[in-house]
């Protein structure tokens, strides 16, 4: 069995962190679903916020594939997402990249520091 990245973490971090999604977020033909999580170990890493895409029927947090990592996003409030146009992923963020994906599977994903 090929685990995915994004399995592989969840299964990691649920034995000791909390993962908490923030937001959910389907383009407009339904085609994929971009999910806002973060991701708090305590004392054992720093918090970390996700941005994965998935298949809009699926559990992002869990299935989707991580194309954005930020550190010092967690006390803002201010991240979010937001579809421009069916292939166009804006994030809006006080945070600071950590990983970063441009582009995946035809969508384009750009980080807009807020």
Do not use: C
């Not at 994004?6 to 971009?34: I, P």
């Not at 999910?35 to 992002?60: F, M, P």
């Not at 006080?94 to 807009?112: A, L, M, N, Q, S």
Request: charged fraction near 20%; proline fraction near 2%.
């Amino acid at each position: 069995m090929v685990l995915t990245y994004a399995v592989a973490a969840d299964r990691f971090w649920s034995s000791f962190a909390q993962k908490t999604v923030l937001q959910e977020l389907v383009n407009s033909d339904g085609s994929a679903k971009a999910t806002l999580y973060r991701v708090d170990a305590g004392a054992s890493a720093a918090t970390r916020t996700y941005v994965a895409l998935s298949n809009a029927k699926v559990d992002g947090s869990k299935k989707g594939n991580v194309v954005l990592t930020l550190l010092g996003a967690e006390n803002s409030g201010r991240t979010n997402l937001e579809w421009k146009a069916d292939r166009l992923l804006i994030v809006h963020s006080p945070g600071d990249v950590e990983y970063f994906v441009t582009k995946t599977r035809g969508i384009t994903i750009e980080v807009v520091p807020d």
